[in-house]
């Protein structure tokens, strides 16, 4: 079976950093898109980030962008996603999903991906 999953949530303190890594299994991230989502209660899934299969391509909501920094490591058929200066709006569960895609490109829209972690909770709160 395909699977991610993901791992390094947990409670930090408001400027606090996290590092969550998302590693496949049932399938090679060398062809794959991977992105990173989430979502807080009472509110849309929002797109984060994505990094293209080559990771030569990566891109950024607005509302990360400058604090969180996404990469993979193909090699460890894993994806990470480095969080700092987190803020309590950044409570939500996490998730990373992928889709095969061109070598130099990603997006960010949930209806591009096909395959999903099960999420991790981030909570940021003093």
């Known amino acids: 079976q395909l699977q991610f999953v993901e791992s390094g949530g947990g409670l930090v303190q408001p400027g606090g950093s996290l590092r969550l890594s998302c590693a496949a299994s049932?399938?090679?991230?060398?062809?794959?898109?991977v992105g990173w989502f989430r979502q807080a209660p009472g509110k849309e899934r929002e797109g984060l980030s994505c990094?293209?299969?080559?990771?030569?391509?990566?891109k950024y909501a607005l509302s990360v962008k400058g604090r969180f920094t996404i990469s993979r490591d193909n090699a460890k058929n894993t994806v990470y996603l480095q969080m700092n200066s987190l803020k309590p709006e950044d409570t939500a569960v996490y998730y990373c999903?992928?889709?095969?895609?061109?070598?130099?490109?990603?997006?960010?829209?949930?209806?591009?991906?096909?395959?999903w972690g099960q999420g991790t909770q981030v909570t940021v709160s003093s």
């Open positions: 990094i293209s299969g080559s990771g030569g391509s990566t």
């Open positions: 999903a992928a889709y095969i895609g061109v070598p130099d490109m990603c997006f960010m829209t949930n209806e591009a991906y096909n395959y």
């Open positions: 049932g399938f090679t991230l060398d062809y794959y898109a």
